[in-house]
């Protein structure tokens, strides 16, 4: 999946030489990330990147926990007091709707910004059928930053949106 900042504004930091460098918004992009995969046992993430004005990330949602098994006690969120294992797993829609809540309210925080849009509306999505389409999807992830000049989502590109 691909998710754009509003307007394609780059707000998460800098590619330098071919690398992402992350500023504290970009840094809160990629926890909230991280915890959302800890927040659900059944989402496990694969490759993924923050970069200045989108993020991308392979997601895999399966019926049953990834983590836990028949000895270890239930996952517990102790913010919220839930027992994460036995809730119903959520669709990839509702996911990337509590990422964005999530990173949104965060980096408005900071920025002292309230109530401003972070990200477009919508999102990318695309469903990986087989292992050759994963790969090409790991290394576009992967080769994202030393391609950016040349990225379609680039602020300077002039093929862009």
Avoid at 102 to 127: C, F, G, M
Avoid at 130 to 153: C, E, F, G, H, T
């Amino acid at each position: 999946m691909t998710i754009c900042t509003d307007q394609r504004q780059c707000l998460f930091g800098d590619v330098v030489d071919g690398q992402m460098v992350l500023n504290q918004y970009g840094a809160i992009v990629a926890e909230t990330y991280q915890w959302l995969c800890q927040r659900y046992p059944y989402l496990y993430s694969d490759e993924w990147i923050v970069m200045p004005n989108h993020f991308h990330a392979i997601m895999v949602i399966t019926d049953k926990p990834l983590r836990g098994g028949s000895r270890t006690a239930p996952t517990i969120n102790e913010q919220y007091n839930v027992n994460v294992i036995n809730k119903q797993r959520k669709p990839l829609g509702r996911l990337i709707g509590a990422f964005k809540t999530v990173s949104t309210k965060k980096i408005n925080i900071l920025r002292d910004t309230p109530a401003t849009p972070l990200w477009q509306r919508n999102y990318y999505e695309h469903i990986i059928r087989d292992r050759d389409a994963m790969d090409q999807i790991r290394q576009y992830i992967i080769n994202n930053p030393v391609s950016w000049k040349i990225d379609q989502l680039h602020p300077d590109n002039p093929s862009k949106w």
